[in-house]
């Protein structure tokens, strides 16, 4: 079989749900296994976490519905609510949490009578100015759900613009307004994504929602004592499939982007743009070959991508390959560091490993 596969270790991602919630140890944490668990696999990271976890949080009703489906009886949030009305039976039956944000979405939860009242996290726009009510609106709002019959627990959330950032200070901002209008109504809050519940125990409130964090990634621009933490969950390795000698001069690859400065040893690896590895990867980007550094030579093709092994005099067919994560022989190659290689996040390269590509699980 085709040797590309990304192993994913559910003790890290156990391990990486601890270190959240040893962050905030007075609030709750719900785990966010949206966009298939970050490409990880969601039902089986959900399964992994159920133990855990007192909430598990998803985009969209069809996400939430895989993990029932699939055993999970934990309570799910669905983090952008309810694209209809229609939904809301689907939700009263599955047990949901929704989030709120818009008038009809209100009006709707106004109207509908379900068996249990429905737990709502109310989003405020705080400032990142995509989802969510403004400020001055939020009291109406919040009064009337609280007395509409078929809502039950009510909470305030909102989403923060740049918590990643260096810079606190629009930060500051979004979360003085958001814990004002807190007091306000004396309503529980839920703020914290990842880089805020590891950076910013003042926006620590009764929910937080660390997503990117438990698959071993810093969503920080800079690590930090908790960040060096976090342990990789997700592997992606293949192996050498094929080696070429290359005269100094010649080129590799489509559109021949990268030469040969010297005499060159170049291996051929399964694994490409089909694959989920980004084709934005510059000449550079690091790889491991039996555990050791070396650099991707030449644009990634849908299937295969070239490696320039000169310096490793063990490569050879069927040596392991690690795009990112840990190899076999414990050598780490941060997800983190290849993205900004790609000009990306690492969000973008994890969610973007495509079905065809295994997962094997570990630590189930």
């Known amino acids: 079989m085709r040797p590309l596969a990304a192993h994913i270790d559910l003790d890290a991602l156990r391990h990486n749900y601890r270190v959240a919630t040893a962050c905030a140890p007075r609030s709750q ?10 490409g990880h696999g969601a039902l089986a990271c959900a399964k992994a976490l159920e133990p855990l976890a007192p909430a598990l949080a998803v985009a ?19 983090l952008e609510g309810f694209f209809d009305a229609d939904e809301l039976a689907l939700v009263d039956a599955r047990g949901f949490w929704v989030s709120v944000h818009s008038e009809w979405q209100v009006e709707a939860l106004e109207a509908f009578r379900p068996q249990t009242p429905i737990p709502v996290w109310l989003k405020v726009d705080s400032g990142m100015h995509r989802l969510g009510f403004a400020p001055e ?18 909470h ?18 979004q979360l003085a307004r958001i814990t004002a ?43 930090n004592a908790i960040t060096r933490e976090l ?44 694959d989920g590895v980004d084709r934005h990867a510059v000449d550079g980007t690091p790889v491991l070959v039996n555990g050791q550094r070396c650099p991707l ?54 969610t973007g490993v495509l079905p065809r590509v295994p997962r094997l699980y570990s630590g189930a």
């Not at 785990?31 to 970050?38: F, G, H, M, P, S």
């Not at 305030?156 to 901002?173: I, K, N, V, W």
């Not at 849908?302 to 390959?321: H, K, P, Q, R, W």
């Open 297 to 350: 030579v030449g644009r990634v093709s849908m299937d295969m991508l070239t490696v320039d092994v000169t310096d490793v005099t063990s490569a050879a067919i069927g040596s392991e390959v690690t795009l990112w994560g840990q190899s076999e022989s414990g050598a780490h190659l941060g997800v983190d560091e290849v993205a900004r290689y790609c000009d990306a996040i690492s969000y973008t390269l994890l």
């Open 231 to 274: 342990r990789p969950v997700m592997s992606l390795r293949s192996e050498i499939i094929a080696l070429r000698e290359i005269a100094a001069g010649e080129p590799v690859g489509y559109g021949g982007r990268w030469r040969a400065a010297r005499h060159s040893r170049i291996a051929v690896v399964a694994a490409g743009y089909g």
């Open 181 to 223: 209008l807190g007091e306000t109504l004396d309503a529980p809050l839920c703020l914290a994504n990842s880089p805020a519940t590891l950076a910013y125990p003042a926006a620590h409130g009764a929910w937080n929602r660390p997503g990117v964090m438990l698959y071993g990634s810093n969503p920080l621009e800079v690590d």
């Open 156 to 173: 305030l959330m909102s989403h923060f613009a740049t918590a990643d950032a260096g810079d606190s200070g629009y930060f500051e901002r």
């Open 29 to 38: 944490s719900v785990a966010v296994i949206k966009a298939n668990a970050y």
């Open 60 to 78: 969209c009703i069809e996400e939430a519905l895989v993990l029932r489906e699939g055993g999970i009886t934990a309570p799910i949030v669905l």
């Open 137 to 154: 609106r939020v009291a109406a709002i919040w009064q009337r759900l609280k007395t509409a019959p078929g809502v039950g627990e009510l």
